[in-house]
């Protein structure tokens, strides 16, 4: 079954520290990943897909398809990144086109 | 460009009231669209999705139901709100490139 994990409810880091936040998903089909953003009282927003290997305000995401994952990462956090993250995972073919999220990460990122 | 409305933005309703939730999505045609339920530790849960005019896809069984009146336009209903139909919805439609872009959501409270 399709399935998109995100382990950590919560990560809490200092300002300046690495940050990681860990995805993994399940699918026999060739994947598509998402990450999203909801900064406090603001609408989810897309950060970044992996199809455009793009760095988003200094976060990058790697597609490993041997190890199932899409770990979200950037060198330095900034106070600002404080955040909820969401990891999706598209279904597409025929008349199916939806995303299946994680149940997110909330980025605490401390002064 | 493309924007995506959503009201009202929140909701009190006592228990067995009915419920009705719009979504308009302007400056595309024919999109995609899909309704979210998103609840504190459990991400989002996809709820019903349309690729056209009245045509609804329910992903999970409950007491809501959903309508696509028109090209641009989504509706949430419920005859007789349950307790547990509180939460926030998303409306959200999806681009080019399989990502998908959210409404700013309505909180909803069934008392």
């Known amino acids: 079954a399709q399935r998109v994990t995100q382990p950590e409810k919560l990560l809490s880091v200092f300002k300046g520290a690495p940050v990681e936040l860990k995805c993994n998903y399940s699918?026999?089909?060739?994947?598509?990943l998402f990450w999203y953003v909801q900064y406090s009282r603001q609408r989810l927003q897309l950060l970044l897909r992996h199809i455009s290997r793009e760095s988003i305000k200094g976060f990058t995401a790697d597609l490993n398809k041997g190890e199932t994952s899409f770990h979200l990462k950037k060198p330095f956090a900034q106070e600002e990144d404080s955040a909820m993250y969401y990891c999706?995972?598209?279904?597409?073919?025929?008349?199916?086109?939806?995303?299946?999220f994680g149940t997110g990460t909330l980025l605490a990122v401390q002064p | 460009s493309q924007t995506i409305h959503q009201w009202p933005a929140t909701l009190v309703q006592p228990v067995g009231s009915p419920l009705s939730l719009e979504c308009t999505v302007e400056g595309t045609s024919n999109p995609n669209l899909y309704w979210y339920r998103q609840a504190a530790g459990r991400g989002l849960q996809l709820l019903f999705y349309?690729?056209?005019?009245?045509?609804i896809s329910s992903e999970v069984p409950q007491n809501l139901s959903a309508s696509r009146p028109q090209d641009r336009q989504f509706i949430l209903s419920s005859k007789k709100l349950l307790l547990s139909d509180s939460g926030f919805y998303l409306c959200?439609?999806?681009?080019?490139?399989?990502?998908?872009?959210f409404g700013p959501g309505t909180r909803l409270t069934v008392l």
């Open positions: 959200a439609w999806m681009g080019n490139y399989n990502e998908q872009f």
């Open positions: 349309s690729v056209g005019i009245g045509q």
């Open positions: 699918y026999s089909g060739s994947p598509e």
């Open positions: 999706a995972l598209s279904l597409h073919g025929g008349a199916t086109n939806k995303l299946i």
